[in-house]
C-alpha cells in the first residue's frame, strides 16, 4: 500500500482503504478499482492523496530527491541572474519584471526536461 498524488493515480489501480470526504461522506470503497470517472469525482471533492493497493512505498522519497534537485538548480538559476541583472539597481522596475520572467520561463524549462 502507498500514498500517491492523485495525479499520478490511473484506472485500473485499486483502492487500499475506503476513501471518505472531508465531511464524512463514503467516496469509494476499499477494492475498488479506479476508472476516469472515479478520479474526476475525487478531483471534484478536492481529494489529492489516495492510499493504493501494490504501489511502492519509495514514491514520497523519489518525490523529494526530484524536489532537492529542483530546489538547487532554481538556485542555480537565481544565483546566475542575480549576477547578470547586479549592474541595474534594484529599484528599476522594468528590470525586475524582466529579471522575474526571465526566472519563471527557466523555471518552467527544468520542469519538461
Known sequence: MALLNLKK????MELAEDLV???GVLLLKKGRKL???????????GITEINIVGEEESEPQQEALV?????R???????ELDYKF???PASD???LQLKNSV???KIEELKVK
Open 93 to 95: 522596475e522594468l528590470m
Open 67 to 71: 524536489s532537492e534537485a529542483m530546489s
Open 86 to 88: 547586479s549592474r541595474f
Open 35 to 45: 476508472t476516469d470517472k472515479n478520479i474526476l469525482l475525487l478531483e471534484a471533492w
Open 21 to 23: 470526504s472531508h465531511l
Open 9 to 12: 493515480v490511473k484506472p485500473g
Open 103 to 105: 526566472r519563471k520561463m
Open 73 to 79: 538548480q532554481i538556485a542555480v538559476i537565481d544565483k
